[in-house]
């Protein structure tokens, strides 16, 4: 959007229509009820690029239209970066929530190495936990397939999966919520499978890979066999459960 939106206005000489006339577009958005996203045209292509002068003053402009916005009485959610290097992530979303008085963020990722194509819905679920835990409203999903070609459905999947999993980590910090992560330790403790399946975030694929490798002991798992740790505690110890 930012290149589009770049190279109209060159051509054509003229301001960008969507701040010339932000007002107007209030109105049309108000009456339909619509909620604004306010995307960011200068944030960093590459994480070289990360938290530099074009993105910074980006930022204070939408957060001043984010204002202007919300006193409109229409929704709004300010958008952050999407390549920043690990360490710049809490800064980004402190900033972003201090200049936006603290308006619901998104941070698009963000990605946090730029060196790992074909596994970026990894590198963003990384940057997707630390920007949540740090205090991001929103994430965005990123799949395998991002920066190489059109995504498939098996690649939306992945994406999906993978940015449940960062959003879960996000929310385990900054809402405490790790209920879920302590029934998945009781179940393991007690070998519970069907239990494991029914707490992961994806059950169908944890019982695949399972069921793949089924092992001779029913209760235990190929990786360890007859020597399952688990196991072993189980057969010498009387907990209770």
Known sequence: ?????????????????????????????????????????????????????????????????????????????????????????????????????????????????DIAPGYDHIVAAIGASLSSAYGADFICYVTPAEHLALPNVDDVRQGVITARIAAHIGDMVKNNDREQDLEMGRARRDLQWDRMYELAIDPVHAKAVRDSRSPADTEACTMCGNYCALKIVKQNFNFER
């Open 1 to 113: 959007g930012g290149a589009f939106m770049t190279a109209w206005m060159m051509h054509n000489q003229k301001e960008n229509p969507l701040y010339s006339e932000f007002d107007y577009l209030l109105e049309i958005m108000k009456e339909h009820e619509v909620t604004l996203s306010m995307g960011n045209g200068m944030r960093a292509g590459a994480i070289h690029d990360s938290t530099d002068r074009a993105q910074i003053q980006e930022l204070i402009m939408n957060s001043e239209l984010s204002d202007i916005s919300h006193e409109a009485g229409v929704q709004t959610i300010v958008e952050g970066p999407g390549h920043i290097p690990i360490d710049e992530i809490d800064a980004n979303v402190k900033l972003m929530k201090r200049l936006s008085g603290d308006k619901p963020f998104y941070m698009l990722g963000p990605l946090v190495t």
